[in-house]
């Protein structure tokens, strides 16, 4: 607490601190059957996830053998994050849940995979009739033409055709949003394609930042209040549009180059230059990716609406406003 400013008060069993960014900030853990760990805590890098992970061990844990830790909770969604962390560190780790309705994180620093395989039972199931599988041998691997293999558009369209087989099917009433870069206030610049609020945040925290290629690669960005018009467009709409897929993005009237015109932006608000590192393409990485949002425009009567400047502007206050939930981290 004294690292970030606070002065608390320490008596026999208690610490206290008056913070209300502190409060907000530990209140997101919950009660002791609901505590959990937020995602945008699980998404920091490996070292922090080092450090937050002995802080764990030290508070509920305790050392189990020679090579183990055990961790001990009433939340099974904590149980879980810990577990989750721990795999993300590098060790093995498993959860059982005793008489008591203790939750156990056993967690092994060998990297040993602890399985309970008396648990485990196979058994022959007869069975006639088609099965479905891709046929290629199971050597051939699927890449595209530049020689690199790519799984996230598979990946990603897969969870597309799942929605929209279960609306058709099973009448479930869904739509498919391919959403481009989305950003605003309340992300924490570690989501995926949250490049926006990352650079930001480091900005503002003076943290490094890279930028991979020539830092001209374009992208449509989205503020998170539009995308909250299209949810709600959307739901008006779901008995009309169920099982269709719409791209949701900023469209051509809302893009800018990754660093060359973000840069220059971020540094009028901050005032003052932005060093920045260099570093090579990464593979997969598109020059120019717009989304085509005509679609959602025409039947669903939405568009993106705040600018590029007015939404990194409010992106960078909301920071600026917060900014001891970063530099906890």
């Not at 959403?179 to 490049?195: F, K, L």
Request: aromatic fraction near 10%; include cysteine; hydrophobic fraction near 40%.
């Amino acid at each position: 607490m004294q690292a970030i400013g606070l002065s608390p008060v320490i008596d026999q069993h208690h610490i206290t601190a008056t913070s209300r960014q502190l409060y907000e900030y530990v209140k997101l853990f919950g009660k002791s059957h609901g505590k959990y760990i937020p995602r945008e805590i699980k998404r920091l890098d490996r070292k922090k996830l080092a450090v937050l992970l002995e802080s764990l061990l030290d508070g509920d844990g305790n050392k189990h053998s020679k090579h183990g830790w055990r961790y001990t909770t009433v939340s099974q969604k904590l149980a879980d994050d810990v577990q989750e962390i721990a795999i993300k560190c590098g060790m093995a780790s498993s959860v059982t849940l005793d008489k008591e309705g203790y939750y156990r994180v056993y967690i092994s620093t060998t990297r040993t995979a602890q399985c309970n395989l008396g648990q485990n039972r196979s058994e022959w199931v007869e069975y006639a009739g088609m099965v479905y599988c891709v046929e290629v041998p199971n050597s051939t691997v699927m890449v595209r033409q530049d020689g690199y293999a790519f799984f996230s558009g598979n990946s990603k369209g897969a969870g597309d055709q799942y929605v929209r087989d279960y609306t058709r099917i099973y009448g479930l009433p869904a739509v498919v949003f391919r959403q481009s870069c989305i950003y605003g206030p309340r992300q924490m610049g570690v989501e995926d394609q949250g490049w926006v609020a990352w650079f930001i945040i480091a900005a503002v925290t003076a943290q490094p930042i890279t930028i991979y290629g020539n830092g001209k690669q374009v992208r449509d960005v989205l503020f998170i209040d539009d995308l909250l018009d299209a949810y709600d467009a959307a739901i008006a709409h779901i008995d009309v549009i169920a099982g269709q897929v719409y791209n949701v993005g900023g469209g051509p009237a809302h893009t800018m180059s990754v660093w060359a015109e973000f840069g220059p932006i971020l540094e009028r608000l901050i005032g003052h230059p932005i060093p920045v590192s260099g570093d090579d393409w990464r593979p997969g990485d598109q020059p120019i990716y717009i989304s085509d949002i005509r679609k959602a425009g025409r039947e669903l009567g939405w568009q993106s609406r705040v600018g590029v400047e007015e939404g990194i502007r409010r992106l960078y206050e909301w920071v600026v406003a917060n900014r001891l939930l970063f530099e906890m981290g």
